[in-house]
């Protein structure tokens, strides 16, 4: 599965932990501190020209989502619409992919951001908890907002915000919930209201730490992991114990490849704020180290220790992506079921239970699940994922099938980064199996470039060995197996290049090493690795 870095975790607060002097002055207006998105409301009656410029943004960032709004879509049509516009587009993609993709990033992004404004349930927890959450005043927390139904608190934000324009912790928190529309719908376009929502109550409060916090995840949204840190680093510096920095903090080292540095991160969030959001770092950390152990019993503490339904979804599904890389179906599977049985929409445990579906020999129930899920979140992972199978299994039609799904990871891409979104990871990644090699190859070096992660080395390596260069290859591929972290694909790929290069006795290692951990780590893959296995076995 792809590499884990933001997640739909609830954020915990504690009453009784340490607080700035200016936190507890704002108990009231902290109702938004931890969630963001775009300025929609006046908020210095006396400035006349920011007025102006000022309603002007709020109506086209609040427009679709207004409480009163007789054209505003339901869910299930915004779903809809959005899943149709980017099927089109494939469609396109497939007889004039360069040309047309150029231009239809600004279409798409039109189109979902009419079209995604509405949002329930999916990835955040149960979508009943909206009215609830809602306080007197019509603010939203930060906490009943991750719980609860993300698109009535977003309206409820907004409606808030037009009465109580200069409460700027709900600038924060309106900000960071458009953070995570964008992330848990696959829609980028929410990125740009987001990051004006912040700079709003930045400019009302310059240097508060929620919205400090909330631009730290905006950055690691974005994929712009220096920028991740040091955002963090500020609101850290304001507040030591905010959580979402803490925890962002993290993701961004980990993402860099410092990863000595990520695990000190872990155990500071971990004596600060241990919580299911620290937790879950601190176990991937862990894993990272190849300490699978450890990570498991972190993780099983958590769940352990989980009340709500986004929490136990959440802490399930990772423990289900643990023994799916690990090749433990069986118990997969029952995380995932957990997570479900706790929010049956949530959407990472629908994908990892196809995946361990597709993994145990069930690929007619794999199929499925996945049809299922990128109908309402055409996301590349589960894109990919849906198209090998299609491969794999080769009835009539299936090639086309395939094609669609990687021509709709293409539509994403070009929308993703009209949002600013660096995706070039996920391009390489994409691209150099399915796509067009030569630009699976200029998306790597551009992010190995920025970043030195084990999941940027496999992809360099990989997209070096797809474009005919394994010698230049080889040293990404050990890199990317240098910290002990179990994964089937990077052994896979190391394998393959050991092959390609002339290192036979390495390359059954590495190619039966990957089989054994996990032996339905890919559909495609796996079938290679057998194949490639038998060869060199016939060779000695």
Request: net charge negative; glycine share 8%.
């Amino acid at each position: 599965m792809p590499p884990r870095t933001t997640d739909s975790a609830p954020e915990r607060r504690d009453d009784d932990r340490p607080r700035p002097d200016h936190e507890r002055a704002a108990e009231a207006s902290e109702a938004g501190t931890e969630h963001a998105v775009d300025p929609a409301v006046e908020p210095e009656a006396d400035a006349a020209a920011g007025r102006a410029e000022e309603a002007g943004e709020a109506q086209a960032d609040t427009e679709g989502a207004r409480p009163d709004s007789d054209s505003a879509p339901a869910e299930g049509q915004n779903v809809d619409q959005r899943v149709t516009t980017l099927r089109r587009t494939a469609e396109g993609a497939r007889r004039w992919r360069a040309a047309h993709l150029a231009g239809c990033a600004a279409l798409l992004a039109v189109a979902l951001t009419g079209g995604a404004i509405a949002f329930g349930g999916a990835g955040n927890g149960p979508a009943d908890g909206g009215v609830a959450a809602v306080s007197a005043a019509g603010a939203l927390s930060p906490g009943a907002l991750a719980r609860g139904d993300l698109d009535a608190g977003i309206v409820s934000l907004q409606k808030h915000l037009r009465a109580q324009p200069r409460d700027f912790g709900n600038w924060a928190t309106l900000g960071l919930a458009y953070v995570e529309q964008a992330r848990t719908k696959g829609d980028p376009s929410r990125y740009p209201q987001a990051e004006r929502a912040l700079k709003r109550s930045l400019k009302l409060e310059p240097g508060n730490d929620p919205a400090l916090a909330a631009q730290a995840a905006l950055a690691a949204a974005r994929h712009d992991f220096p920028g991740a840190l040091k955002y963090a680093d500020r609101a850290l510096r304001q507040n030591p114990y905010n959580e979402r920095a803490l925890c962002t903090r993290i993701d961004a080292l980990v993402e860099l490849g410092r990863y000595d540095d990520a695990e000190k991160a872990a155990d500071t969030a971990d004596d600060r704020r241990p919580g299911v959001p620290v937790f879950t770092r601190y176990a991937y950390v862990r894993e990272l180290r190849g300490d699978v152990r450890t990570a498991r019993e972190v993780l099983e503490r958590a769940l352990d220790s989980a009340h709500s339904p986004a929490d136990i979804a959440y802490v399930a599904t990772a423990l289900g992506q643990l023994a799916w890389n690990q090749g433990d179906y069986k118990a997969a599977r029952g995380h995932y079921a957990r997570a479900l049985a706790a929010d049956d929409s949530y959407l990472p445990a629908l994908e990892g239970r196809a995946r361990a579906e597709a993994a145990d020999g069930d690929r007619a129930a794999a199929v499925k699940g996945l049809e299922q899920v990128v109908a309402r979140f055409p996301l590349p992972g589960p894109l990919v994922a849906l198209g090998e199978l299609y491969e794999d299994r080769g009835a009539d039609g299936d090639r086309a099938k395939a094609g669609d799904q990687y021509a709709l990871v293409d539509a994403w891409t070009a929308l993703a980064r009209a949002g600013g979104v660096n995706a070039d990871l996920d391009s390489a990644m994409a691209a150099a199996d399915h796509g067009d090699k030569k630009e699976a190859l200029r998306s790597a070096r551009a992010e190995w470039d920025r970043r030195h992660s084990v999941h940027t080395a496999d992809a360099l390596a990989w997209a070096l060995h797809v474009n005919g260069r394994d010698e230049e290859a080889l040293p990404y591929a050990r890199r990317a197996t240098a910290t002990g972290y179990r994964n089937a694909t990077f052994l896979f790929h190391r394998g393959i290049i050991e092959r390609a290069t002339g290192d036979e006795r390495e390359a059954r290692d590495h190619l039966k090493a990957a089989l054994d951990l996990n032996p339905g780590f890919s559909p495609l893959g796996a079938r290679e690795a057998r194949t490639a296995l038998k060869d060199l076995e016939k060779n000695r």
